[in-house]
C-alpha cells in the first residue's frame, strides 16, 4: 500500500481536529516555530482538561506525547537547504512513529535500518527496497536472508568474518565498507564498536575483490549527537584514502555514506564543513547519503505527565522544605534517554491545581510572579532507585498530586527504548498536529 492510503488507526494515534485553527501561510521557519509552540499548547491543555483524575479509567491520565509533523517537515527543508548534495537516509531506530516514517517516505528520503523488524516497517509503507540501506555491520544471518528475499541490496560491513557471510548469503549485495572515524566529541560513541581501521581496510577490500564481491561505497559515522564539525572533514579525508585503496585494487566506488552524528542546534555549521569537504575531496559523479536521526525528530515531541505522588522532606539542620515529586513516565519508559542518550530533560509546568487554569505558555513555562523558588527532585513510577528524571529543581509554583508537567525536545531516543519493567506501559497515545501546510498536505491533517 503506498504511503498516501494508509489510514492510521486509533492505537496510532489521537487526533485532534486542531489544522482548522490555524492560518497554513507560514513556511518562514520562525513563523513556523511560533505557530507550532502555539498548537502544541493547545493540544496539551486539550487533553490534561479533558481528563478527570478522580473518575477516570485506568490509563487514561497516562503521559502522552503531542507530536508537530510540521517540525520534521522544516528540518527537512533545511537539510535540503544547506546539504542539498546528501540524500538524508533516516535512522528508524531513533524514532520508529509510524507518522513520521510516514511523512519521511512522503518527501522522498531513504531509510536507514539495522534490524528485520525496522527493514518491515519501512517496507510496509511501499517504500522502494533501493530506498534502503542495511546499515549494521554485524548481522543476524537470517536478517541477511531476509534482505536478500526483500531486495534491500545496500548494506554496510566492516570485518572479515562479515564478508564470507554476505558472499554465502547475499553475493550480489551492494556493500560499503565502514571505517573507523574519531566521535571522542559526541554523545553516543560507536567507533568503540563499528568501523575498520585504515590499517585494515586495505585487506578487507583484497579479501571482497578474491570473493568477487560487490563493494559500492565506504561508510563512516561520527557518533550521535556529534559537537565537532572537524570530525567530519577527517573522516571524508580518511574516506578519500579507502576511495584510492579500492581503485587500486580495481573497484570504482560510487557512494559516500556519512553517516549521522546532526543535532539540530549546530546543524548548520556542521554541514557546512561537510559541504566544503565534499566538494574538494569527491567529485560531483560520487552520490553522497546521510543518515540523520535525532536531527529530525528531536524538537518535534513533546510529552505530558501527571504527578502521580509528592513526598515532603525537610532538612532540620537547615529548616528548608523540599519535595519529591513521582510522575507517571520514567528512565524505564519514555525518559530512557536519561540512560542511553545522555539527555537532560527540562521540566515545565503544564497545569497547577493552585491556577484556575493551564499555565502553559508558549514563552514562558510558569508564571514565576514573586513566589519564592521551591526545590523539587523529579522521579519515575518505578520502584527502583535510579528512576530519577531530575535530582534538582526549582519552581515558583506549590505542586501537587493531579498536576501536569510537560517536556520539550523529547522525539529522540525516547519511546523507541521504552520498557515495561513493573508492568508499566511502554507505549503510550500521541497526539499529532501540523504547523506547515506542505506536512498536512501529505498526511492529508
Not at 540501506?133 to 570485518?159: H, L
Not at 574538494?280 to 536521526?293: D, H, L, N, Q, T
Not at 507505549?427 to 499529532?432: E, F, G, L, W
Request: charge should be negative; aromatic fraction near 10%; proline fraction near 5%.
Amino acid at each position: 500500500m503506498a504511503p498516501s492510503a494508509i489510514t492510521p488507526t486509533t492505537e496510532d494515534y489521537v487526533s485532534l481536529s486542531l489544522k482548522a485553527n490555524y492560518t497554513p501561510c507560514l513556511e518562514e521557519s520562525h513563523n513556523g516555530k511560533a505557530l507550532s509552540k502555539a498548537m502544541i499548547g493547545r493540544a496539551l491543555q486539550q487533553r490534561v482538561q479533558s481528563i478527570d483524575e478522580d473518575t477516570c479509567e485506568p490509563g487514561e491520565e497516562d503521559a502522552f506525547f503531542v507530536a508537530d509533523m510540521g517540525d520534521i517537515y522544516r528540518q527537512h527543508l533545511r537539510w535540503k537547504k544547506h546539504l542539498n548534495r546528501v540524500k538524508p537516509h533516516y535512522a528508524v531506530k531513533c524514532n520508529p512513529d509510524p507518522q513520521v516514517l510516514r511523512l519521511l517516505a512522503a518527501m522522498g528520503t531513504g531509510f536507514d535500518c539495522a534490524s528485520k523488524a525496522e527493514i518491515d516497517m519501512v517496507l510496509r509503507l511501499g517504500v522502494d527496497p533501493s530506498r534502503i540501506i542495511y546499515a549494521q555491520p554485524c548481522k543476524t544471518k537470517s536478517y541477511v536472508r531476509y534482505a536478500s528475499k526483500q531486495g534491500v541490496r545496500q548494506m554496510t560491513f566492516d570485518n572479515l568474518d562479515e564478508l564470507y557471510k554476505i558472499k554465502e548469503l547475499f553475493p550480489d549485495a551492494e556493500l560499503y565498507l565502514r571505517i573507523l572515524t574519531d566521535d571522542s566529541a559526541s554523545l553516543c560513541r560507536l567507533s568503540l564498536k563499528f568501523g575498520a581501521s585504515l590499517d585494515d581496510t586495505g585487506d578487507l577490500l583484497a579479501l571482497a575483490r578474491k570473493l568477487d564481491l560487490n563493494v559500492v561505497g565506504v561508510a563512516f559515522h561520527v557518533g550521535s549527537g556529534a559537537s565537532d564539525p572537524a570530525a567530519f572533514l577527517k573522516a571524508v579525508r580518511d574516506a578519500r584514502f579507502v576511495f584510492d585503496q579500492a581503485a587500486a585494487l580495481g573497484y570504482e566506488l560510487k557512494t559516500l555514506d556519512v553517516g549521522g552524528g546532526f543535532v539540530s542546534e549546530t546543524f548548520d555549521d556542521m554541514a557546512a564543513v561537510l559541504s566544503v569537504a565534499l566538494d574538494e575531496y569527491f567529485p560531483p559523479s560520487v552520490r553522497v547519503i546521510g543518515e540523520p536521526g535525532r536531527y529530525y525528530v528531536s524538537s518535534a515531541f513533546t510529552i505530558a505527565c501527571n504527578v502521580i505522588a509528592r513526598r515532603s522532606v525537610e532538612d532540620k539542620v537547615l529548616g528548608v522544605n523540599s519535595y519529591m515529586l513521582y510522575l507517571n513516565d520514567g528512565v524505564y519508559g519514555n525518559f530512557s534517554s536519561i540512560m542511553f542518550d545522555h539527555q537532560h530533560p527540562i521540566p515545565r509546568v503544564l497545569k497547577a491545581a493552585n491556577s484556575p487554569a493551564s499555565t502553559y505558555d508558549a514563552v514562558a513555562p510558569y508564571d514565576a510572579g514573586n513566589n519564592l523558588p521551591l526545590e523539587y527532585s523529579i522521579w519515575g513510577p518505578t520502584c527502583d532507585g535510579i528512576d530519577c528524571i531530575s535530582e534538582s529543581w526549582t519552581c515558583t509554583q506549590t505542586l501537587d498530586v493531579g498536576d501536569w508537567l510537560y517536556f520539550e525536545d523529547m522525539g529522540a531516543y525516547t519511546k523507541c527504548s521504552a520498557t515495561k519493567f513493573n508492568g508499566f506501559s511502554d507505549s503510550h497515545a500521541t497526539v499529532y498536529i501540523s504547523s506547515e501546510p506542505g506536512a498536512s498536505a501529505l498526511l492529508g491533517y
